[in-house]
């Protein structure tokens, strides 16, 4: 019997998601491979405020802290 792994979807915003201008390092590759291509898409504070459609602060992390800028 074989077991197959269903690989999970990025999130639908990560393309325009402003992860990708706060970050200028492969620092991002940490909150990309948690939250926009891992397990924590749903826990993500940036597609919460994207989903209700409010404006993303810059400096808003996935975790739903602050990073000073």
């Not at 979807?9 to 393309?15: E, K, M, T, V, W």
Request: hydrophobic share 30%; net charge positive; proline share 3%.
């Amino acid at each position: 019997m074989h077991t197959i792994i269903k690989e999970k979807q990025a999130c639908i915003y990560l393309d325009r998601c402003n992860l990708h201008k706060t970050f200028k390092t492969n620092s991002k590759l940490f909150w990309i491979a948690t939250y926009c291509t891992g397990s924590k898409q749903s826990a993500c504070m940036l597609r919460s405020y994207k989903d209700y459609g409010c404006t993303v602060p810059e400096n808003l992390l996935p975790n739903g802290s602050f990073l000073e800028i």
